[in-house]
């Protein structure tokens, strides 16, 4: 008997108080509001990141950095003292959830737009070019391969950097030492491990040059 009375009263609820507030709802947060409210929250989070991390990471005027992007620079692991930055230029706008670290140097160019889910780093846990290897506690296994990737030092091949005008696509990976030209397309969920040349696309895992619009520039 209980159990009717209550589902009568959420019914109720649900009819004369959730419904009416949801309509006018519907017709106050409007898919328009909606974009310029995200808008705001990521202009307050890029000049928060601006601020409060300026000792390391350097953002320009009329950059646009979207809520839930991860801008990381380390300074020290497992002893080793690093210089790092992040450098982000004009009107450049770095996707949600991207993530973008830094122990020596990152630098994104003018009026470049790096896409949702998107991974640039400039170094990794762990050396494990072949002439690097050490076998001290394995005799067929090397070291690196025995750590967790919390016990590998850090290791970058060099600076990343994206020259200005460039569109780096939804999901796609940029490693260490890349430089990449200007005005240059990346593909969605491309794998960069190579330097890519000024106005080319390049798509795939590993990424190959597609097209390059000009050898002279």
Known sequence: MYDK?????????????????CFIWSYIYTPRMAGKISFLLDVGYTLWIARTYKKYISVSEGAHICKG??????????????TPEIVIGKNCRIGHGTHITSIV????GDNTNIGDRCLISDNNHGNF????????????????????????PLNSKGPVVIEHSCQIGEGSVILTGVHIGHNSIVSSNSFI???????????????????TYSNNV
């Open 5 to 21: 009375k209550y589902k009568k009263m959420k019914l109720k609820f649900v009819k004369l108080v959730l419904r009416p507030i």
């Open 69 to 82: 992007a991860r801008l990381e620079t380390h300074d020290w692991f497992l002893g080793e003292n690093y």
């Open 105 to 108: 140097s990152v630098q994104i």
């Open 129 to 152: 070019a072949k002439e690097s290897y050490t076998f001290n506690n394995h005799p067929t296994i090397p070291d690196v391969f025995l750590l967790s990737e919390m016990e590998r």
């Open 193 to 211: 491990r190579n330097n890519v040349p000024p106005y080319s696309i390049v798509a795939g895992n590993p990424a190959k040059i597609i097209r």
